[in-house]
């Protein structure tokens, strides 16, 4: 299937992990704008010591990381995530995170922006998981509900 791009979208999901955090760091997102090989990432992050934080990413570099207040996580917890990219010149990355079932929060959780020229045009969204360096067990990370909607 060809891939279809788009500039302006907001993403949303649920996602889940079958291990606890003593197994190690976990990270799930989505690659919200792909043009080439330079991408903006937002990914989950779930830390070893049970807190969750939200990262925006250009590549390898951060833009932005910030716990999600009040967060935890355990084996099994199913989450829903919310990103928004939109923009050409700057492009303004968005994201919130909560648990499935509960109240989405009103509010974005984390905010950034960049203006890297090569990324301030449509390109292609994919989903995104990875276990820490110091990980000690194999992760199972389901994805559903994927809705990739433009941001008219």
Known sequence: MPATTVRDATIS????LDQAPSTGTT?????????????????VWLRADGTVWLVTQRGGTTLNAAPVSGATWKAGD???????????????????VWSAGAAEPGAWQVTS?????????????GVHAARGSTAQANAVIAFDDLVVATVE
């Open 13 to 16: 999901f649920n996602a889940s």
């Open 27 to 43: 990270y799930f997102g989505v690659v919200a704008r792909q043009v080439g090989s330079e991408q903006y990432l937002v990914r």
């Open 78 to 96: 199913r989450f829903s995530v919310k990103v928004q990219v939109s923009g050409a010149g700057t492009t303004t990355l968005k994201a919130k």
């Open 113 to 125: 922006t960049d203006a890297t020229a090569s990324l301030q045009k449509a390109g292609t969204v």
